[in-house]
């Protein structure tokens, strides 16, 4: 399994700002994914982040507005700049750990979310 | 592109069945199905493969129709702690994973 760590859990900040979110694993990975969470809703994947590469953006998400960092195998950050009240939402990061079952699809492993308000 | 789920919302006493689809208007590969409680992270529940492989859940059943692009999820017998909103994930790319509508699930005694 993999043990997922995020900071910060929650945070209420103002339109206009930007916030960095961190997401820690107690392993090495090779693909960490973002997620976003809007109350009462399905998650809608942002962007997969590969160590050593750009990350790759799902459609309707862009790097100026969510840019993302992998600097090393167990570490990604996710910025969600110039904030406006519709960037409410819940953030996720998850990982699928390598060699996790036979081969193929396996299960992602998900952080416990950064919870954030934008007034 | 995005899974829908049916229903979108259940109520059950302990002890009785429930039944949640996923139906794709894409071709399925696979189908993961995960639950999330409320204010917590999803967890995984089961994967089902294209040729009828599935890993995961003992305790928690599932079908995956490939012809008709569908998988279901069965609860049998539930229990309180089932109660929460389950997703079907269906990948669409190397290991990423596009959810479905959901399905919040509750359990009374």
């Known amino acids: 399994s993999a043990v997922i760590s995020q900071k910060p859990s929650r945070d209420i900040c103002q339109r206009g700002t930007s916030l960095t979110i961190q997401c820690q694993v107690d392993?090495?990975?090779?693909?960490m994914f973002w997620y976003r969470q809007q109350p009462g809703q399905s998650l809608t994947l942002i962007a997969t982040?590969?160590?050593?590469?750009?990350?790759?953006?799902e459609s309707g998400f862009v790097i100026d507005k969510f840019p993302i960092s992998r600097p090393n195998l167990t570490f990604s950050t996710l910025t969600v700049s110039n904030m406006s009240p519709e960037d409410s939402s819940i953030y996720l990061c998850?990982?699928?750990?390598?060699?996790f079952g036979a081969g193929g699809p396996d299960e992602q492993f998900f952080g416990p979310g950064t919870r954030l308000t934008v007034l | 592109q995005q899974p829908v789920q049916s229903p979108q919302a259940v109520i059950l006493r302990e002890g009785e069945d429930a039944v949640i689809n996923c139906s794709s208007s894409?071709?399925?590969?696979?189908v993961h199905w995960y639950r999330q409680k409320h204010g917590e992270a999803p967890v995984f529940l089961m994967i089902?493969?294209?040729?009828?492989e599935q890993k995961g859940h003992d305790k928690i059943s599932a079908s995956f129709n490939e012809k008709k692009q569908q998988s279901s999820l069965y609860l049998t017998a539930s229990q309180l702690s089932y109660s929460g909103t389950y997703f079907c994930?269906?990948?669409?790319?190397?290991?990423?994973?596009?959810f479905g509508t959901g399905t919040r699930l509750q359990v009374f005694p």
């Open positions: 994930g269906t990948e669409i790319g190397t290991d990423k994973l596009i």
């Open positions: 392993s090495q990975v090779t693909m």
């Open positions: 089902l493969l294209k040729g009828g």
């Open positions: 998850s990982v699928e750990p390598p060699g």
């Open positions: 894409k071709a399925l590969y696979s």
């Open positions: 982040a590969n160590q050593g590469s750009e990350a790759t953006y």
